[in-house]
């Protein structure tokens, strides 16, 4: 059973406008959230992160909102640019488990971002 | 910081010959990941190093699969007798206590 949801395996943005990825997980455990990006033939690379005490996360053009009620996640990213385009994974953990060390993530199988010229 | 390196990047073999991925993690971080990725089941956790010392390996799916971590600078993941069904793409991953985990370029596994 899939733990953290991506249900859109793909996302068309014109450049320029936001883009709004999204991520619902249904372990309530989670306590920690992470967006990746990545490109082809590369690892992932982190982008953002979230704690499940927050609701908002921000570093310029991305930000990260937790729904925790829903357990629902998205990231904004804006203004939406060509270098974006990429799959984007949504990433969870509980670190409260490991003791508020790093533990292994749970990922979503990912959401291919298209920006439009 | 050359980040994680992962070697070889590319590796073809035939099904039942042992296969081993190479893993150094960036220095000074104190956890270290492996994760594969197929097309059917995404990215998912093989196995976790925390000073060295496995932490978790739930994720291993089989006897067939085992890993190292003989000092902070260096781990192994090896399959033996490898399958078709291995052919993935196996990333390493690294990080201080707390924090993001940083991925190398992965290894691309192809199993005849």
């Known amino acids: 059973d899939q733990q953290v949801k991506q249900n859109s395996p793909s996302l068309s943005v014109q450049e320029g406008r936001i883009s709004i990825l999204n991520c619902d997980y249904t372990n309530s455990m989670f306590d920690y959230f992470l967006w990746y990006k990545k490109y082809p033939a590369e690892g992932p690379t982190f982008l953002i992160s979230i704690s499940s005490i927050k609701d908002k996360n921000e570093d310029g053009r991305f930000t990260v909102f937790l729904n925790k009620s829903a357990k629902h996640l998205s990231l904004h990213i804006v203004p939406s640019q060509p270098g974006d385009s990429a799959v984007y994974f949504c990433a969870a953990s509980n670190r409260m488990y490991s003791g508020g060390g790093a533990d292994g993530l749970t990922f979503g199988k990912g959401t291919h971002l298209i920006i439009q010229p | 910081d050359a980040g994680v390196i992962q070697s070889p990047r590319h590796e073809v073999t035939e099904m039942g010959q042992e296969v081993t991925l190479r893993c150094k993690p960036i220095?000074?971080?104190?956890?270290l990941f492996w994760y594969r990725q197929t097309m059917m089941r995404g990215l998912e956790l093989l196995i976790y190093f925390n000073n060295n010392v496995p932490i978790d390996d739930s994720g291993m799916p089989e006897d067939r699969f085992s890993a190292k971590m003989p000092n902070a600078s260096f781990s192994t993941l090896k399959i033996q007798p490898s399958e078709p069904r291995d052919s993935a793409v196996y990333f390493c991953a690294s990080s201080p206590r707390g924090r993001e985990q940083f991925f190398g370029p992965g290894t691309r596994l192809t199993v005849l």
């Open positions: 220095s000074g971080h104190d956890y």
